[in-house]
């Protein structure tokens, strides 16, 4: 089975950075492709970003493309979300994702494809 924990949350103003990390144990995070979702009060549940294991392919979510990178280390079997220049509007719980094999980029926003989801990190930006 599959664990997915995050990690980096936490409480900044508008303009900083913060670098989310999650763990995975139970499969090779190679074989997975990976990302990170968000959700507001109120709000859908979001992609944000993702990378395939096909060729490490990357998708953003339009808001947060050339703010936030997606990377990965295998050796350490994490996954982290790199944000830069935070803005309120990315106040969300945020959760890292897995799916087994390759997803294509146009694909990766689909929940369903994901089979396991960590608990969650909260991120809250001030203005």
């Known amino acids: 089975q599959v664990q997915l924990v995050e990690s980096g949350g936490g409480m900044v103003q508008a303009g900083e950075s913060l670098r989310l990390a999650c763990v995975a144990s139970?499969?090779?995070?190679?074989?997975?492709?990976m990302a990170w979702f968000r959700q507001a009060p109120g709000k859908a549940r979001e992609l944000v970003g993702g990378?395939?294991?096909?060729?490490?392919?990357?998708a953003y979510a339009a808001s947060v493309k050339g703010r936030f990178t997606i990377t990965r280390d295998n050796d350490k079997s994490t996954v982290y979300l790199q944000m830069n220049n935070l803005q309120p509007e990315d106040t969300a719980l945020y959760y890292c994702?897995?799916?087994?094999?390759?997803?294509?980029?146009?694909?990766?926003?689909?929940?369903?494809?994901?089979?396991?989801w960590g608990t969650g990190t909260q991120v809250t930006v001030s203005s």
């Open positions: 139970g499969r090779a995070l190679s074989s997975m492709t």
């Open positions: 990378m395939s294991t096909l060729r490490d392919a990357t």
């Open positions: 994702a897995a799916a087994r094999g390759a997803t294509t980029t146009q694909s990766m926003r689909v929940l369903r494809l994901y089979s396991y």
